[in-house]
């Protein structure tokens, strides 16, 4: 199996990420779609106090605020990210907050909102699970008792049903993106190789994706400290036909103390 340095996700969400993942992050239609979902889906309230945990620049939290939503912030590592979304929601004049930290220790008060977003697999990015357990753990301290919490997972029934081992598209700037991929019965682990349109390498890393069953998941969530939840399959903002690595499709789980 390709080697996995479990600190992976600090580097990997750059410049070149942006670049690299645009027709996923970047297309404004696209998350209009996935916020229209969660809207509907937890029948959010414009008075809900809202996180959207290992939110990136904020895609999703900038969109909810243009819809009303007037407590929302954005918690993620990358400071690349950060910066970017401040940049934007200054320029729109959105009024979301964006805080660095790490998913497994937000370091806001207990019971602050009421609804945690974990979106477009930001969930499982760690091997040992009693990594990912911290995370749910510090979803749950934050979480009111009322609250919920949202997973947005890789669906690991079609991750095996589909998989292919090899992929490549042109991203911004003529960039090709090489993927390669290998699966275990945990886990889907990908060597992405990003080449200028010289051919010359400009990124090389490799990350991974911890494949949940559904046993697996609700073994967590109640180590975690949720009693209810429930799972919603074959979910995918994209249309239309096309490799768009783990964003293909997806398992939507809603938890509750």
């Given amino acids: 199996m390709l080697q996995v340095d479990p600190d992976w996700w600090k580097r990997l ?20 779609r996935e916020v229209d979902f969660l809207v509907a889906h937890l029948a959010l309230n414009r008075d809900e106090r809202i ?19 007037r407590d929302v912030t954005v918690v993620d590592f990358s400071w690349v990210l950060l910066r970017y979304g401040k940049r934007r929601a200054a320029r729109d004049r959105l009024p979301v907050r964006f ?4 998913a497994r220790w937000v370091g806001c008060a207990p019971a602050r909102f009421d609804c945690i977003l974990m979106l ?17 753990q510090e979803a749950r301290r934050v979480c009111r008792p009322r609250g919920r919490v949202l997973l947005d997972l890789l ?12 992929s490549c598209h042109r ?6 993106v090489t993927r390669e991929r290998e699966r275990n019965e945990t886990s889907v682990r990908v060597r992405e190789t990003v080449l200028a349109d010289n051919g010359k390498v400009v990124r090389e890393g490799v990350y991974c ?47 509750r103390p």
Avoid at 122 to 135: A, H, K, P
Avoid at 218 to 235: E, K, N, Q, V
Wanted: proline letters at 1%.
């Fill in 13 to 32: 969400f750059d410049e070149y990420y942006l670049l690299t993942d645009a027709r996923s992050v970047c297309d404004e239609a696209l998350t209009r």
């Fill in 51 to 69: 996180l959207d945990l290992c939110g990136g620049h904020g895609r999703h939290g900038l969109e909810l605020v243009r819809r009303g939503y």
């Fill in 99 to 102: 805080v660095r930290s790490d």
């Fill in 120 to 136: 477009a697999n930001s969930f499982g990015y760690f091997l040992d699970d009693r990594e990912n357990l911290r995370v749910l």
């Fill in 155 to 166: 669906d690991r029934e079609e991750v095996v049903r589909r998989f292919r081992p090899f």
């Fill in 171 to 176: 991203a911004a700037g003529g960039m090709a």
């Fill in 209 to 255: 994706e911890r494949l949940f069953t559904d046993r697996d998941l609700t073994a967590l969530l109640r180590a975690g400290g949720f009693s209810r939840f429930d799972l919603h399959r074959d979910f995918s903002g994209h249309q239309g036909a096309g490799d768009y690595g783990f964003m293909n499709s997806r398992v939507i789980v809603t938890a």
